[in-house]
Nanobody
Framework: QVQLVESGGGLVQAGGSLRLSCAAS????????MGWFRQAPGKEREFVAA????????YYTDSVKGRFTISRDNAKNTLYLQMNSLKPEDTAVYSC?????????????????WGQGTQVTVSS
């Protein structure tokens, strides 16, 4: 498994930007598909974005397409989520996750390692 630690969350006004980072330890990062999920108070965890370890294909939930960008730096064992044009409805705890495969990486069941999460709050 991969150990994951998120950072970069905070309070931002609507329309602002944040970049989340997910530092991974362990030797399997480069062969892990990676995802970002979020959970708002009183709601279930939902998929935000994912990047496959084969070919670097990316996936996004519809509500963040064109605003968020997922990327990875295998040399630094780090996953990123650049979030632009933030909206109050993006407020949530954001967690990164690692998957050993490339299938169904928009679903929580594909992942076997999770970070603790970082809070993102967008004020109106």
């Amino acid at each position: 498994q991969v150990q994951l630690v998120e950072s970069g969350g905070g309070l931002v006004q609507a329309g602002g930007s944040l970049r989340l980072s997910c530092a991974a330890s362990g030797h399997t990062f480069s062969s892990s598909s990676m995802g970002w999920f979020r959970q708002a108070p009183g709601k279930e965890r939902e998929f935000v974005a994912a990047i496959s370890w084969i070919g670097g294909r990316t996936y996004y939930t519809d509500s963040v397409k064109g605003r968020f960008t997922i990327s990875r730096d295998n040399a630094k064992n780090t996953l990123y989520l650049q979030m632009n044009s933030l909206k109050p409805e993006d407020t949530a705890v954001y967690s990164c996750a690692a998957s050993p495969g490339i299938k169904n990486i928009a679903t929580t069941g594909a992942y076997d390692s999770w970070g603790q999460g970082t809070q993102v709050t967008v004020s109106s």
